[in-house]
């Protein structure tokens, strides 16, 4: 996505990165799109459009835990 702003020039200059709103994750368990406002680093730059973007935000299930030949977990120890 591309995002255009405006405001001074010497900031827009030194802006190379825009960031968004947090994506909520809880309740997600694979990959989703979602629409989130984007934050400016400064109250002094203008979002001219859009003031919206689409992030993809890619889920991998987990990764199974190793089991032994008949099922059984190993066991975990502890360090000192």
Same mark, same amino acid.
């Given at each position: 996505?591309?995002?255009?702003?405006?405001?001074?020039?010497?900031?827009?200059? +030194?802006?190379?990165?825009?960031?968004? +709103?947090?994506?909520?994750?809880?309740? $997600?368990?694979?990959?989703?799109?979602? +629409?989130?406002?984007?934050?400016?680093?400064?109250?002094?730059?203008? *979002?001219?459009?859009?003031? +919206?973007?689409?992030?993809?935000?890619? *889920?991998? &299930?987990?990764?199974?835990? &190793?089991?032994? $030949?008949?099922?059984?977990?190993?066991?975990?120890?502890?360090?000192?």
């Amino acid at each position: 996505n591309q995002v255009l702003v405006t405001g001074p020039e010497s900031l827009v200059a +030194r802006t190379e990165v825009l960031h968004t +709103r947090p994506v909520n994750l809880a309740g $997600r368990s694979t990959t989703f799109e979602e +629409r989130v406002a984007v934050v400016l680093p400064d109250s002094l730059l203008q *979002i001219m459009q859009p003031s +919206r973007v689409s992030v993809r935000v890619p *889920i991998q &299930p987990p990764k199974p835990e &190793p089991q032994t $030949r008949n099922g059984a977990r190993p066991a975990q120890t502890e360090r000192p």
